[in-house]
């Protein structure tokens, strides 16, 4: 039986080492070089970088494995990158797209 007593407040910030995951239901289109993904809300467009983010999202790699993948092919700061991580997960977390 799943308990949501350990569960993260989808307000609070991400812990690096948990591991963000796409919900079964979620759905991404590219449309005219843009990418959209939806939930049970609106769709969302993302970004460059959130593209980039949402394609290395495979259900094994922590916050902190793609805020280093992000610095690498951004050239950014670490400081940076997780905020621009966490930033994309919160989002997400908040539309129905992702649980983490």
């Given at each position: 039986m799943t308990t949501f007593d350990n569960m993260p407040d989808q307000d609070s910030m991400p812990d690096q080492d948990r591991i963000p995951r796409k919900?079964?239901?979620?759905?991404v289109r590219n449309y005219r070089s843009k990418t959209l993904v939806?939930?049970?809300?609106?769709?969302?467009?993302l970004s460059e970088s959130a593209t980039f983010i949402?394609?290395?999202?495979?259900?094994?790699?922590?916050?902190?494995?793609?805020?280093?993948?992000?610095?690498?092919?951004?050239?950014?700061?670490?400081?940076?990158?997780l905020d621009d991580v966490a930033d994309l997960i919160l989002t997400l977390t908040r539309a129905g797209i992702l649980t983490y």
């Open positions: 919900h079964l239901d979620s759905r939806a939930g049970p809300s609106e769709p969302r467009e949402w394609k290395l999202m495979d259900g094994k790699r922590s916050v902190a494995e793609l805020a280093g993948a992000l610095c690498v092919e951004y050239d950014i700061d670490r400081a940076s990158a």
